[in-house]
């Protein structure tokens, strides 16, 4: 199956028109390459060891065009986030669509447009950050979203800007006779002492079957600050593969929030580097699944010089025949002395049938360190449950109300609060007893 799904993507990419501009050609031909050389993985692999991807790799999705696909009213009522008086860029099925855009009164020194109209307009601004990408641990994935790439968000912000409002990067998936895939790549660029608030939502209708391939590449100078949220919640039948590369320099500090409710088969990447003494970056994370829904989340931060810190906290809540899966990583390098990182993971399993495969790892070189890691997995609390029941709160609604609680504990790291209000709207939609629920949250 591996090698008939590998030459259907060769097959698609020898159909592409010619880049434009050229130099993105020999981008596009190195990446194919690699890609024809290493394949799809397999759970051979000890990165994918508990995460089998021939749900995707035996559909022959093919790449978005350019169509005049519109997304269901609906979605956009339900998605959009232009009550937040926040910029906006809308994708349906692959395509940048400016009519829906709502892009104002940005701050001078601010670029904010789709990729290809950066690709266009902005060729030689855009180019190094494209050549001098980073991609650690490279998967075939990645490999293919570079060979593909068309379209995306890119953000570059002047030294010492601060963009007042957030950015809302909405990317939505339809039905289409023929499944589709889109291959997204995000590009943000912050200068010194910079501020920017990025959201990234990944969705579609109901029944429609798709792939999500996408990739975030931030590279944060001097003093940034970067909130970063991205919030996925794809149709039950669509696929989703993303990953978010940083590289943070001298004090800076990335704010990473990634809270998967939807998909079918989620992977979940990413991958920071701590390049410049003082760097921090905090990583939050809920996964919600139930049926049988997979989600995956790969984290690995590299501590590369003294005095930076880290802190990962994720949590999962699995029912039906739901898996998860957590990956974190932490590298000390070895001049990386005075560092400080702490990796936790709390999963909650609601039925018997429900399986979560946990692994944090420290990697140390350096002996003047400060690390912790933890993993935990278990059921909801007896005597937390007795103490409701005795209350006269039923079965259901006591599990409901103790397993929101164990989600809310990384909900309520989320600082902005337009994200966290939609996040727990959307967490409660997915528990039984969806008002009483909300009665208790008022």
């Given amino acids: 199956m591996s090698e008939a799904a590998v030459t259907h993507y060769l097959d698609q990419y020898s159909r592409l028109p010619p880049s434009a501009p050229v130099w ?101 601004g855009i180019r190094p950050y494209f050549e001098q990408a980073r991609a650690p641990r490279q998967s075939a994935f990645d490999s293919l979203n570079s060979a593909f790439l068309a379209e995306g968000a890119y953000l570059y912000v002047q030294d010492g800007v601060c963009i007042e409002k957030p950015i809302h990067l909405l990317f939505i998936g339809e039905q289409r006779p023929q499944a589709l895939v889109g291959h997204f790549r995000n590009l943000l660029v912050l200068g010194k002492q910079a501020r920017a608030t990025v959201i990234e939502t990944y969705t579609g209708s109901d029944s429609a079957e798709y792939f999500t391939n996408t990739v975030t590449e931030y590279t944060g100078a001097a003093g940034t600050h970067l909130r970063h949220y991205k919030l996925q919640q794809e149709s039950l039948r669509g696929f989703h593969v993303g990953s978010l590369r940083a590289r943070l320099d001298q004090d800076s500090h990335l704010e990473s929030h990634s809270l998967s409710l939807g998909g079918a088969l989620v992977r979940n990447n990413i991958n920071v580097e701590l390049a410049g003494t003082g760097a921090a970056a905090t990583l939050n994370g809920l996964y919600i699944a139930g049926g049988k829904q997979h989600i995956d989340n790969h984290t690995c931060v590299e501590h590369q010089v003294p005095h930076t810190s880290s802190a990962g906290f994720y949590r999962g809540v699995l029912d039906g025949n739901a898996r998860g899966v957590f990956n974190g990583r932490v590298v000390v390098h070895e001049q990386a002395q005075k560092t400080d990182a702490q990796l936790s993971n709390a999963n909650l399993l609601l039925s018997n049938q429900a399986e979560v495969d946990t692994k944090p790892e420290l990697e140390i070189y350096a002996d003047d360190v400060k690390c912790s890691h933890g993993a935990t997995i278990g059921q909801l609390d007896e005597n937390m449950m007795f103490y409701l029941r005795s209350r006269a709160i039923d079965e259901k609604t006591a599990r409901s109300l103790l397993t929101f609680a164990f989600a809310e504990d990384v909900i309520n790291r989320i600082d902005f609060k337009p994200v966290r209000e939609r996040l727990e709207l959307s967490v409660v939609g997915k528990l039984p007893d969806t008002e009483l629920i909300r009665n208790f949250m008022k």
């Fill in 24 to 124: 993105l050609n020999g981008i596009r031909a190195a990446a194919i390459e690699q890609f024809r050389r290493t394949g799809f993985p397999s759970t051979r692999q000890e990165d994918w060891k508990y995460t089998d991807i021939r749900p995707i790799i035996k559909r022959n999705f093919v790449p978005a065009g350019a169509g005049a696909d519109a997304a269901r009213p609906e979605l956009l009522e339900s998605f959009s986030m232009q009550t937040w008086n926040c910029h906006e860029l809308i994708f349906v099925n692959g395509s940048y669509r400016p009519a829906f855009t709502h892009i104002r009164d940005l701050e001078p020194g601010v670029i904010l447009r789709s990729l290809a109209e950066a690709l266009r307009h902005d060729t030689a």
